[in-house]
């Protein structure tokens, strides 16, 4: 996979051709260990349901620096940018504790709904060091955002654990066939960045470890989208 720090046009060809860019080792990794440690004081790790944390950075300053850090918002500004100012709109900090039941196949443009589909942008952050098979990986299916927009169905699933309800019983109703699954293995603070049609869900973790990440979205300036009961989604400026 070419590199933005070494051959721009290249790795912007490779992302609009497969859907996702893997820029290495980009974060300082005691930022990451910093952040993990930090994670101990969040609510959901207090009260032991080790549930996804959703937008942290309205109040935590750590966050919000990694949303800010120009090392990934460079290069969001070249995937989506066209000429336009980007803000982010949502982070999301993942536990990943051993037994955290895997998301199902989505695009997280199902959740956002931004107005033109090449302007919303997911950068998914590994905080540890990936290596394993099992221990919740991502995975994606590359080219897979050439299909637009797919429907969902519900599945009846009883056993989520550690996981947003969401991620745990509503698919995108996607035929595999001819389409690459990539299961990622990833260093921490390397950056995967995701087009929001692109069909992803990340594995089980069945392993002994924890899958710390962050997920920040990102969208270019004069696109509406889907504020979110939950998510409550309103720009930041990053600038």
Request: a positive charge; proline letters at 2%; one cysteine or more.
């Amino acid at each position: 996979i070419p590199q933005f720090k070494n051959n721009e046009l290249d790795s912007l060809k490779f992302f609009n051709e497969n859907g996702f860019h893997i820029e290495k080792n980009i974060i300082d990794e005691n930022l990451c260990k910093d952040l993990i440690k930090e994670s101990n004081t969040f609510e959901n790790s207090l009260n032991k349901s080790y549930k996804p944390e959703m937008q942290l950075h309205k109040n935590n300053t750590s966050i919000m620096n990694f949303m800010k850090n120009k090392k990934i918002t460079s290069i969001v500004k070249k995937i989506i940018g066209q000429g336009e100012k980007i803000f982010a709109l949502q982070s999301s900090f993942f536990y990943g504790v051993s037994g955290t039941t895997g998301s199902l196949k989505h695009q997280d443009s199902l959740y956002t709904s931004p107005e033109t589909f090449d302007s919303f942008l997911s950068v998914w952050i590994p905080l540890v060091n990936i290596n394993v098979i099992n221990m919740g990986n991502l995975f994606f299916y590359s080219k897979s955002h050439k299909l637009g927009s797919l429907d969902t169905k519900e599945i009846n699933n009883e056993s989520v654990k550690y996981q947003n309800k969401n991620l745990g019983t509503i698919e995108t109703v996607f035929d595999e066939e001819g389409y690459k699954k990539i299961v990622l293995t990833a260093s921490p603070g390397s950056l995967v960045f995701l087009h929001s049609n692109l069909v992803h869900g990340s594995l089980n973790n069945n392993s002994i470890y924890n899958r710390y990440v962050l997920l920040l979205t990102y969208i270019r300036d004069g696109v509406s989208f889907r504020e979110g009961r939950e998510a409550k989604r309103t720009k930041v400026n990053i600038e």
